[in-house]
């Protein structure tokens, strides 16, 4: 489990300016679904987010994908700011 949130935070981190500022949790999984939520500074929103969503889009993938080839629960990620 830990392995995902891990790679989650790799990813974000790869993506903001102010990658030290990035921090990825579990909040709650249910039997199906994993739940993390990743938090980024305000000013980082736009760069994880993209035009159109695409950068999130593309984590989301990334990471159910990776989550598929290792214990094939969905990923449920939520994007927020401080």
Known sequence: MDS???????????????SD???VKE????????????LVKESDMGAVIGK????????????QAYSYLHDKKKV???IDSF
């Open 52 to 63: 159109s969503g695409s950068t999130a889009k593309a984590i989301r993938t990334l990471v």
């Open 27 to 38: 909040i709650g999984s249910e039997e199906e679904f994993i739940n993390l939520e990743v």
């Open 4 to 18: 995902i949130i891990e790679y989650t935070l790799f990813l974000v981190k790869s993506v903001a300016k102010d």
């Open 76 to 78: 449920k990620i939520n």
């Open 21 to 23: 500022m990035v921090s």
